[in-house]
């Protein structure tokens, strides 16, 4: 079923005020709220005095009026007794300084008193509300994100190192260590990395830090899911982009993934938003929860300017259609005090609905209509584009150009296909491959044998393969790859090797047949292996090395076709690219609709087809159809054309 919700904080406002909270949450169309992922001193005022009485009556007035509960784990934020009692549990950070209580997310996730009293308190929690029909899903915390280096943390990270590489002498030469003298002769020499480091040592102390919230919320799935009743899903908001740790590997043991999209300073950016759904939909490779968005404006930007009016409407859409079966705003009404007293809300401080309500009341309306239509439905991608924490990570340490950003890079070939309505997913490139017509391998620079034997599969059936620049440069240690760029095995199926890369001072020009423009910030030097490759476009006139050299090529291979792109292209020549390659591989949107407005298609295991269509522009645009459909926020038939408002959204079956 599709929800809309909000986080309700039933413990900041006396009980007789519920019913007014939960009447106004009727009238928005509110059928989830978001409960208790702060509450922990409220639930737990002094050490196994466990107070869930008004937790239990809370969800029960929620219920009576139609609304389920999905219930925190408040551990992101301890009480003091507990930080007090155990100054341990708190999260030392790189300059060896010790949080302090009073704000959240301040705790250590190696910390086994912690492990304890959360365990503790998330099966209290399960124990009274797992069976409780009215409760449909928990919520693991609250957006990791501290990254510790405490004792214990280092001698924890010791530990991973000896599981991982059994004895020094595999550890120093895997990290290359002979380079500056730092051989280790005992593990206790090993340092946390601050600042700068060794590579190999940069990287494994990521996949430690996975490790660490990996048995950190372990340790709480396993408390909550006896006492769950069946159906009943287990999950945790992410922050998109956010990469302090492997989210493949986090959300392996999660039902659905869910995040937390915000805005910030400025307006919705359409594909820069689409991106990160794509990209959440893809930890699990299923639909996920939108857990938390911004009603209006948020208070932590630099500049917490509101959404126009109408625009939140959009960013919703976007999400459904993306993949998301529920958005809840946070939050619902602004708290008297605590850090976030002018973020926005449905309701305000005088407990009356603010402006922004009216927005979110029309949302519950639209998505009650169309909540049975969608109700099993997905979107599909068609086109992959591959995501790596590995090779993000290492080109963050390495950038060689500052201004080379792993996501603004896999972002520049998001961008330009996602603009053609030419549905995507984001997967992790050890994802299997072979649903797709096109996959897009941005800066993929970890590479071993099993990802390109993938890829070299994946062309051989017959799929279309972008490799980009600072693919297949270094192995799964962070260590440059003997072989030169893209690696021998993908060196072969390209048909080209990267003679040498080039951070760029100034833009080169890029000229071939079809393909005109200029590489920024980056340049690969392509040898041509073999006669089946053709060259795409050639640097022109710039650094004497790059002069009339290789830029751009294709070949074709078993029916499959292989792209190399050294150039980091324009944004106007990328364009010309892309359509290029999507034509190629025979993509093509559902119907053609003037820019800014997006498709997004769900479709059902029943052969249910249903498109969103969202103008993203505040002005009225007219979309032609290719076949007569029902709209279904109007209930209205339409042949032909279907008009959209500004910020406007239709929902079509095709009749
Ligand atoms: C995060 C948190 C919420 C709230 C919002 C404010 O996403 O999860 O508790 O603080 O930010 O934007």
């Avoid at 086994?112 to 099966?123: F, G, L, Q």
């Avoid at 190629?584 to 269509?613: H, K, N, T």
Wanted: charged share 20%; glycine share 8%; with cysteine.
């Amino acid at each position: 079923m599709l929800h809309f919700g909000a986080a309700y904080y039933p413990e900041h406002w006396p009980e007789d005020r519920w019913p007014e909270d939960i009447r106004l949450m009727k009238e928005a169309g509110i059928t989830v709220a978001r409960l208790a992922e702060f509450a922990w001193s409220t639930m737990e005022p002094a050490e196994e005095q466990f107070e869930l009485d008004w937790l239990d009556r809370a969800i029960s007035l929620l219920a009576e009026n139609g609304i389920v509960s999905v219930l925190g784990t408040p551990t992101a934020a301890p009480p003091a007794w507990l930080t007090h009692k155990h100054p341990y549990t708190l999260a030392v950070d790189d300059y060896g300084r010790s949080a302090q209580h009073g704000n959240r997310c301040h705790y250590c996730a190696n910390s086994t008193e912690y492990h304890a009293h959360s365990r503790r308190i998330a099966e209290v929690m399960a124990r009274r509300f797992g069976s409780n029909p009215h409760v449909i899903g928990w919520q693991i915390d609250n957006e990791y994100n501290r990254v510790c280096y405490c004792s214990r943390c280092r001698a924890r990270f010791h530990e991973f190192l000896q599981a991982r590489y059994r004895t020094l002498d595999a550890l120093n030469a895997r990290w290359s260590t002979a380079y500056w003298s730092q051989t280790y002769s005992d593990w206790e020499q090993i340092p946390l990395p601050i600042g700068g480091h060794n590579p190999g040592l940069l990287l494994d102390f990521r996949r430690f830090i996975t490790d660490s919230y990996r048995r950190f919320q372990r340790v709480q799935i396993e408390a909550l899911r006896p006492h769950l009743r069946e159906g009943v899903w287990i999950t945790h908001n992410f922050m998109g982009w956010f990469d302090a740790f492997d989210h493949y590997a986090l959300t392996e043991a999660l039902d659905i993934a869910a995040w937390d999209c915000y805005v910030g300073a400025g307006y919705h950016d359409r594909s820069k938003q689409a991106a990160a759904h794509d990209l959440t939909r893809g930890f699990k490779r299923k639909n996920f929860w939108l857990m938390e968005t911004q009603p209006g404006c948020v208070n932590w930007s630099s500049l917490n300017n509101m959404l126009n009016q109408g625009e939140a409407r959009v960013l919703a859409w976007q999400a459904i259609g993306h993949g998301a079966d529920a958005v809840l705003y946070w939050q619902w009404r602004s708290a008297y005090g605590g850090q976030e007293q002018y973020h926005g809300s449905l309701v305000d401080q005088s407990g009356r609905p603010r402006l922004f309500f009216e927005d979110a009341r029309r949302l519950g309306q639209d998505l009650a209509a169309v909540a049975d239509l969608l109700d099993g439905t997905e979107p599909l991608g068609q086109v992959a584009v591959l995501n790596d924490y590995e090779s993000r990570w290492s080109i963050q340490w390495q950038r060689h150009h500052n201004d080379f950003d792993y996501v603004s890079h896999l972002f520049h070939y998001y961008r330009p296909i996602s603009e053609h309505n030419i549905p995507i997913d984001v997967i992790s490139a050890d994802a299997p491959l072979s649903d797709y017509r096109l996959i897009v391998a941005p800066a993929l620079n970890i590479m071993d044998e099993q990802r390109a034997a993938a890829l070299v599969d994946f062309v051989n059936g017959g799929g279309h393969l972008i490799l980009t620049a600072r693919c297949g440069m270094k192995d799964r240690d962070n260590a440059l790859l003997p072989s030169r760029q893209p690696g021998s095995m993908l060196s072969e199926l390209a048909g080209v090797e990267v003679a040498e890369y080039y951070a760029l001072d100034k833009p080169v020009p890029v000229q071939g047949d079809w393909l005109q423009g200029q590489s920024r910030l980056w340049a690969e030097q392509l040898n041509i292996l073999d006669k089946t490759v053709s060259t795409i476009a050639r640097y022109g006139k710039s650094n004497g090395w790059l002069d009339d050299q290789p830029a751009v090529t294709v070949t074709n291979r078993n029916g499959g076709r292989v792209y190399y792109v050294g150039a980091y292209l324009d944004d106007n020549a990328q364009d010309v690219f892309i359509e290029h390659v999507l034509k190629a591989a025979q993509l093509a949107p559902p119907f053609d609709a003037p820019a800014g407005v997006e498709i997004c298609p769900r479709s059902g295991a029943d052969g249910r087809l249903v498109y969103i269509l969202i103008n993203h522009e505040r002005a009225h645009q007219i979309v032609s159809l290719p076949w007569a459909a029902q709209e279904h926020l109007t209930g209205q038939r339409v042949d032909g054309t279907v008009a959209l408002d500004a910020y406007g959204i239709a929902v079509l079956t095709q009749v």
